[in-house]
């Protein structure tokens, strides 16, 4: 799928824009499909041996340059005025989430609205209690990266974590348009929609490791204000 995903982001892209991918130990096709798009834009970078989405991400967030940044997966779609909408939003936040569709492995739509089925929406108890921020439809300034690097260990997915230290130390928008669709295929490294395949024990010791984390930024963050 990631072929048809990077080209749904390089035909919103200005000649300025970087679309940074860091391959973490991929054992298919994926390195060669995306030399063939031959794209200058394209930051490629191969070899990683995370293991984990979670420290890929970092490690591509780490190579970031832009002023904002969008987060993608390999194999969703971003639906046309995506990034002129999310950068508007920014205007007035420091993060910004779109709804989307879910769509199965031949594209077609099983659910038409992520945000109903999770009831997304800002609040920093309520993304603790039950996370709403979806990374494939994220968008924010840099300076959340300042808040949110590096990633701390024992977290439960690097878009909650960028989601709750962006509702601490700044501003959050759910906005109402949907401008991806999210595919879910059976393969994929992040949870089914609405299930977890965490115990009842770690996701409540995973919430405790969260707000311990998060009030350690923000004691970090008054000591560098001091």
Known sequence: YIKPQIDSILTQLSENDELIISDDSSTDETIQIIRQTNDKRIRLFEGNTFGSPIFNFEYALKQASGEIVFLADQ???WLPGKVRIMTDALVNCDLA???CSVIDDAG???A??????RHSGSGLLKNIYKNTYLGCCMAFRAKVLDWALPFPKNIPMHDMWLGLTAEMFGTTKFCSQTLSHYRRHGKNVSPEINQSHFSLFQKINFRFILIYRLFQRKLRQRSNSA
Request: net charge negative; charged share 25%; glycine share 0%.
């Open 112 to 117: 038409p609205s992520f945000y109903t089925i």
């Open 75 to 77: 194999d969703d779609l």
């Open 97 to 99: 989430v779109s709804d």
């Open 108 to 110: 077609e739509v099983i």
